[in-house]
C-alpha cells in the first residue's frame, strides 16, 4: 500500500488514493504545544515531546480511541533508531543513509516511508510504502512525532540529501509491502 503524506503549512495531510484519511497538526495551548492526529473531526491521539539529560528524546502518545499510552523513544544519537515497546508489539523506525526510513514491528519490517529529494514552496513530500494491514493510528502517530516539527520553510527549492551518518543496518531493497 501506498500513502502520500504532504506538509501543508502546519499540517500533515496522509493521502491514499487521492484522498485525505488522517491530518495532524501542532496545537498551542498556553506555553505547552503538542501535536495532535485527526481522523475527519475524530482526535485520534495527542503527542507531547520530552527531552531528558543526556540526549534522550521521547514522544509520549495517547491513543484516544483506544485509551492507551505509549511511548516512542529516540535510542542511539550516533546510530539513530526510534524503539516502542508496548505491552502488545515493539516497534522501531530506523532511519538510513539517504532519504529512507523502515518500520519494524516484532522484528519484522512492515513498511517504509522516504522523503522526496526535491522541495518545491516548502511543500515537503513523504512517501510511506507499508503492508496493507497495518495499525493506522500507531504508525501515522509515530511519522508525526518524528516528522511534524512544521518548520515554514518556502523556498522556491530545496534540495533535501538525507542521513549521511552512521546507521544501525542498511536499508533491505529487497523488501516489498505484503
Known amino acids: 500500500m501506498r500513502i502520500e503524506i504532504k506538509r501543508v503549512d502546519n499540517k500533515l495531510l496522509f493521502i491514499k488514493d487521492n ?40 514522544y509520549n502518545i495517547c491513543l484516544t480511541r483506544q485509551q492507551r499510552q505509549i511511548s516512542l523513544v529516540y535510542k542511539n544519537i550516533f546510530k539513530p533508531c526510534f524503539t516502542c515497546n508496548d505491552n502488545l508489539n515493539n516497534y522501531e523506525l530506523i532511519p538510513h543513509k539517504g532519504l529512507k526510513t523502515s518500520i519494524f514491528k516484532n522484528g519484522k519490517q512492515i513498511g517504509y516511508y522516504e522523503h522526496k529529494k526535491i522541495e518545491y514552496m516548502g511543500k515537503n513530500v513523504i512517501f510511506l510504502i507499508i503492508d496493507k494491514e497495518f ?11 518524528i516528522e511534524g516539527d512544521f518548520k515554514n520553510d518556502y523556498s522556491t527549492v530545496s534540495f533535501d540529501i538525507g542521513n549521511f551518518g552512521p546507521e544501525i543496518k542498511p536499508f533491505d531493497n529487497n523488501w516489498r509491502p505484503l
Do not use: M, V
Not at 33 to 42: A, C, E, G, V
Not at 135 to 145: H, P, R, T, V
Open 19 to 58: 484522498e485525505i484519511i488522517y491530518w495532524g497538526g501542532l496545537i498551542l495551548k498556553g506555553l505547552k504545544n503538542f501535536r495532535q492526529l485527526n481522523k475527519s473531526d475524530t482526535l485520534i491521539s495527542e503527542i507531547k515531546f520530552k527531552f531528558r539529560f543526556p540526549f534522550k528524546l521521547i
Open 135 to 145: 495499525e493506522q493510528d500507531i504508525i501515522f502517530s509515530f511519522i508525526l512525532a
